[in-house]
């Protein structure tokens, strides 16, 4: 069974980086794509970024663009986040989300998830 453990998250005032970071276990990580959603209370759970299995494809939301960038160690089986100029409207739950093999923005794709972790930004 897949487990992903996320860590990292905080609080943090505009315009700070912070870096999320999420570990997969049970299973081989280099078989699976990996994907950061993200979730503020009463909104939907939205596809922030993705990698694939190789790293070599990434798929990133337009409002993130040029800020996050996602990176995957197979050796570790960890997968990054990196958040730089982070906005008050980034504020949310960050889930870690595994799918077997193909990369997707959908979230109802990934079979796997984190327990998330809390992302406050200040203004």
């Known amino acids: 069974q897949v487990q992903l453990v996320e860590s990292g998250g905080g609080l943090v005032q505009a315009g700070d980086s912070l870096t999320l970071n999420c570990t997969l276990s049970?299973?081989?990580?280099?078989?699976?794509?990996m994907g950061w959603f993200r979730q503020s209370p009463g909104t939907e759970r939205e596809f922030v970024v993705g990698?694939?299995?190789?790293?070599?494809?990434?798929w990133i939301t337009d409002s993130v663009r040029g800020r996050f960038t996602i990176s995957r160690d197979n050796a570790t089986n960890t997968v990054s986040l990196q958040m730089n100029n982070l906005e008050f409207e980034d504020t949310a739950v960050y889930l870690c989300?595994?799918?077997?093999?193909?990369?997707?923005?959908?979230?109802?794709?990934?079979?796997?998830w984190g327990q998330g972790t809390q992302v406050t930004v200040s203004s």
């Open positions: 989300a595994a799918r077997l093999k193909i990369l997707s923005t959908r979230r109802e794709d990934y079979g796997y």
């Open positions: 990698i694939s299995t190789s790293g070599g494809g990434k």
């Open positions: 049970g299973r081989t990580f280099s078989d699976y794509a």
